[in-house]
């Protein structure tokens, strides 16, 4: 009993460190910098090929200078075997719909064969290892057309759990297959959600959302004495950021048209998170 007890209590432990280490939404990684490559981690459940995942630079990558690559399986000795490689995301905060959204580039997927395959999958709980840990598939984008080019794609999240992982399976024989992803973007899919409530009936708010420029932060919850308002883009920089008074202010944005994400913070403690769409006529 006792020998149980410890082994459910450093479990739990496990978890707990494993959840307090998530990162909250929005994420963004290009693979670019060491902070973007940061607690992504490959297991590989197949056959230890001489490919893997990997870091590939050249002039057309959409964020220069990285994105993440897999080719092939090349061992003469081993001409059948195949190889199951998974690139797996640090633990992420998932707890609303939220969106997945990448760049991606393939090549010579459509020699079919049944052992090439390319799919987003999504992981939760303490494990990230697809081996033995839970993983349901997103998507599976072995299909996707035109090759050779660098296509969009977005794929809705509808499980809630954190930690949550991201993760990109690929498979293949002694086949040319190469699959090439940048420009990972996971956001929240609503325009605003309460990430800690610091009372039960706090609620912070920016309308209306699409914006043309003028944008109304609302907040109502007396235990504020003031807000930081921070707006930034999808490479994750600062392109405003501005102290309220909470109840009712105004933010005038001189952003172009796209896509942001803002954060309300409190003491340095964040309270909302969402994604504002600017839109001008």
Known sequence: MKKQFGILFIFIIFIYKAEAQSLPLPYYTGFDSPEEKAGWVQFRLGFQSQSDWYFDNYPGIPSLPNC??????????????????????????????????????????????????????????????????????????????????????????????????????????????????????????????IIDKLKKNSVATIYPNPINGVAILEISDPLFSEVDAVIYDLLGQTVHS?????????LNLNLSNGIYFYKVLNREKEIVRGKLIVQKP
């Open 242 to 250: 501005q102290t309220l008074n909470p109840k009712r202010e105004t």
């Open 68 to 193: 993440i690559s897999h080719h092939y399986n090349l061992d003469p000795e081993n001409p059948t075997d195949t190889i199951e490689d998974w690139y797996v995301s640090p633990p992420l905060k998932i707890i609303s719909p939220s969106k997945i959204s990448i760049k991606i580039s393939l090549s010579l997927a459509e020699i079919y064969e049944p052992q090439k395959y390319i799919g987003i999958w999504l992981g939760s709980g303490a494990n990230n290892d697809p081996a033995g840990g839970n993983f349901v598939e997103l998507a599976n984008l072995t299909n996707m057309k035109p090759e050779g080019k660098w296509l969009d794609t977005s794929i809705n999240i509808n499980k809630f759990a954190y930690p949550s992982y991201i993760a990109f399976k690929y498979r293949d024989n002694n086949n040319w297959f190469i699959v090439e992803i940048d420009n990972v973007t996971i956001s929240p899919d609503s325009g605003t959600f």
